[in-house]
């Protein structure tokens, strides 16, 4: 997977890899690559009244990585 993160005023949201127990606070415009087959998570998001998060992911074919 590759993911793009975007946040205005907001909280929390961790990418979460536990078999590798590292979690990882995507700030603004952060690209992160990682195995998607792995199991993960976020942790909760907490969003101001004006603020916002995104996430786009791009899920690679497998073999294409």
Known sequence: ???V???YAAHG???VIPEH????ACADG???VFDGQLL??????????????VALTYYCPR???
């Not at 127990?21 to 990882?24: E, F, I, P, S």
């Not at 998570?41 to 907490?46: D, F, Q, R, S």
Request: glycine fraction near 12%; proline fraction near 6%; charge should be positive.
């Open 40 to 53: 993960h998570g976020v942790t909760p998001i907490e969003v101001d009244p004006l603020g916002w998060r």
């Open 30 to 32: 952060w690209v992160i």
């Open 5 to 7: 993160f975007f946040r």
């Open 13 to 15: 949201g961790l990418l």
């Open 21 to 24: 127990r590292v979690a990882y």
């Open 1 to 3: 997977n590759m993911t």
């Open 63 to 65: 073999g294409l990585a």
